[in-house]
Nanobody, 123 residues
């Protein structure tokens, strides 16, 4: 019942910037948090940045100071502004939404995932 549409990935040179977007749609009753995860080649998927319903944010140590997560509540959209990109930032970025839907308990949260968007940082 929840669909996530990701966009904004691409190929950039080291030091460049990208902005990822993820728009959530469908029957969302209560949205607990939104975040971005990265799956790098040969590595486990890891949390890069998250933002909760109180607008509290958290970042992986590797991106602190370079990436900024934000949201537009009216559009149910989360963004990830990525600056000073490095080759090690390369990977598939997945949008995550933790939400409840009508017909379940209002605090019965489930995780929903976007299709992933490729980010490649290379010369």
């Amino acid at each position: 019942q929840v669909q996530l549409a990701e966009s904004g990935g691409g190929l950039v040179q080291p030091g460049g910037s990208l902005r990822l977007s993820c728009a959530a749609s469908g029957s969302i009753f209560r949205l607990a948090s939104m975040g971005w995860y990265r799956q790098a080649p040969g590595k486990q998927r890891e949390l890069i940045a998250g933002i909760n319903s109180a607008s509290s944010t958290n970042y992986a140590d590797s991106v602190t100071g370079r990436f900024t997560i934000s949201r537009d509540n009216a559009k149910n959209t989360v963004y990830l502004q990525m600056n000073s990109l490095k080759p090690e930032d390369t990977g598939v970025y997945y949008c995550n939404v933790r939400a409840s839907v009508p017909g379940t308990g209002p605090f019965d949260f489930r995780d929903y995932w976007g299709q992933g968007t490729q980010v490649t940082v290379s010369s």
